[in-house]
Antibody, heavy 118, light 108 residues
Framework: QLQLLESGPRLVKPSETLSLTCTVS??????????WGWIRQPPGKGLEWIGS???????YFNQSLKSRVTLSIDTSRNHFSLKLSSVTAADTAVYYC??????????WGQGTLVTVSS | EIVLTQSPATLSLSPGERATLSCRAS??????LAWYQQKPGQAPRLLIY???NRATGIPARFSGSGSGTDFTLTITSLEPEDFAVYYC???????????FGPGTKVDI
């Protein structure tokens, strides 16, 4: 059974870089049927897609975040990562990693709350 | 950017009743339309993909329909565990992007 698990600091200072990793178990991240991605949800609000990455390393991003987002993938470790630079309080959210098949996200991590505060 | 609009924002119903949720796209999404259910403190769960296909393990009381810009999620007879927030989501090829609707809360 596929499992995704987010890890990384839960508290980040304003202007610094948020870094998260999603470790995938129960399946290969190199499967060319899937994209992998990050979605976030500020407390009490809706879902916002951040970006997606393919096993080959090709990426695409939410245009509103593109200038601050870096995605990477490590097929040898079966994980992929998110970096979001110059964070502000508006970046406080639950961050989910997920797997996308065709048009929909069919497997999700449990999510991790990242708070931006000094 | 393709914008998704969901209506109503809140739907107040009782167990056993039928729920009809709407999702409208600002331009055609070529049926790459999905529906998710989210309960408090949990990750979203995929219900419907490609507008009308139930995901694995999803009960038959959930169904999706529509095409182009107008889509509907129907829950034929609400069970107590169905009270949650429901999001629609699209994936477009160009520009390559994913967007979510603002959600519809189904409550008692």
């Amino acid at each position: 059974q596929l499992q995704l698990l987010e890890s990384g600091p839960r508290l980040v200072k304003p202007s610094e870089t948020l870094s998260l990793t999603c470790t995938v178990s129960g399946g290969s991240i190199s499967n060319n049927n899937y994209y992998w991605g990050w979605i976030r949800q500020p407390p009490g609000k809706g879902l916002e897609w951040i970006g997606s990455i393919f096993y080959s390393g090709s990426t695409y991003f939410n245009q509103s975040l593109k200038s601050r987002v870096t995605l990477s993938i490590d097929t040898s470790r079966n994980h992929f990562s998110l970096k979001l630079s110059s964070v502000t309080a508006a970046d406080t959210a639950v961050y989910y990693c997920a797997r996308r098949l065709s048009g929909s996200w069919n497997s999700w991590g449990q999510g991790t709350l990242v708070t931006v505060s000094s | 950017e393709i914008v998704l609009t969901q209506s109503p924002a809140t739907l107040s119903l009782s167990p056993g009743e039928r729920a009809t949720l709407s999702c409208r796209a600002s331009q055609s999404v070529n049926n790459y339309l999905a529906w998710y259910q989210q309960k408090p403190g949990q990750a979203p769960r995929l219900l419907i993909y490609d507008a009308s296909n139930r995901a694995t393990g999803i009960p038959a009381r959930f169904s999706g329909s529509g095409s182009g810009t107008d889509f509907t999620l129907t829950i034929t007879s609400l069970e107590p565990e169905d009270f949650a927030v429901y999001y629609c989501q699209q994936r477009s090829s160009w520009p390559p992007e994913v967007t979510f609707g603002p959600g519809t809360k189904v409550d008692i």
